[in-house]
């Protein structure tokens, strides 16, 4: 559990080139952790129909505008990008440099790909290949998806075990990811660690697209009993950009995807495996629809109970830092929002979304 995570607010930074940032503050933090929004991740994690190249396409504008400003702030020297195969590679972390003129230096490789058990469980890490390129007193730069944070943790270790077996140290880490609070639990105990040998570390710079969200916990299959637990992103217990929740809510259906971003790898790469996962999923959802409450789910898709007075939902938002203008209007959105789905089932939303999905995605399915 993150310390004082109740505390912790959103607190605007900038808006620049359509791109909303914010930074967490309260939680009496060693490292940095911003959250940026912007039109087209806000698109990418509302609708799993994005997939292919428009998966990192989507995240460019952000990516970009966030280097940007730490480049101004001088918090990055020379880069060396560690790509972490597969999912990793839905970052635009060199494109961006080039846009802001940042030198990058070398780019390291590293696959790490977690093995699933036949019952969906994940019981390990896998690494195919590595090469690791050494740049002293350089910024690392990760793009990665943090779920349960075991891929992050083996990386990281190999990386610094790497730069100490060579006499270098790293400056600071730049990481940009769609993750969860187990990422910042994760880098707070790390950069401790990293400090009792690198004692001018500067620590971890992490950058969080349209929220930090938080996983279904260990045993938790979620309401809907179909979640995969350690790996599925929701809402609760986390902290979502202002303008995302916004645009989720003038939608019906988005929320009750089954994760906020699914697998990055298979959106990106094999395309198949995503539609698959995301139709069993509804499909799913429609075979169980009888035996589903359909407003405990909706509880645990907004993250609290209902109904919720004004000021616990700001706090359950960690909105206290916000205008408060925005924040009453986001609250009068979410309640008629609940109050639209009165007269809506499980099993209407399953069938338009099984339809929807085929329909858009049909030429990519086997």
Known sequence: MIKNWDQVALV??????????????GGDFLNEYYVVSEAETRKLMNHPEVVGYEVYKSLVNATSQMMYF???KKRITSANILSILRGALNYPLEESCYREHIRVHDISFMSCER?????GDMTGLAVKYSKMTVVPGSTLMI?????????LIYCLKAVIDHYRANNAELRNILFFTIGGTKGIEILEKMTAEIREY???FEGFITVYYEGVFCCYEDGDKGVSGVNRCLIDFIWRNGIVAPAF??????MRDPLFEKCTIYDGGARRYEIHEHIEEVLEF????LERKDQIDFHALLEEKL?????????DWVKSCHYQALPEEECRWLYRQEIGFVESLRDVTLEEIAKKRIQEFTTTLKKYML
């Not at 509804?282 to 959802?285: K, L």
Request: proline share 6%.
């Open 12 to 25: 605007p930074e900038f808006v620049d080139q359509g791109v909303d940032c914010y930074r967490l503050e």
């Open 70 to 72: 730490l480049k101004e």
């Open 115 to 119: 093995v699933f058990a036949e019952n």
């Open 143 to 151: 793009g990665d998806i943090i779920a349960s944070g075991e891929t």
């Open 198 to 200: 690198w004692p001018n």
């Open 245 to 250: 929740r916004r645009q989720t809510l003038s």
């Open 282 to 285: 509804w499909e799913a959802i």
């Open 303 to 311: 993250g609290h109970s209902l109904p919720i007075s004004y000021e």
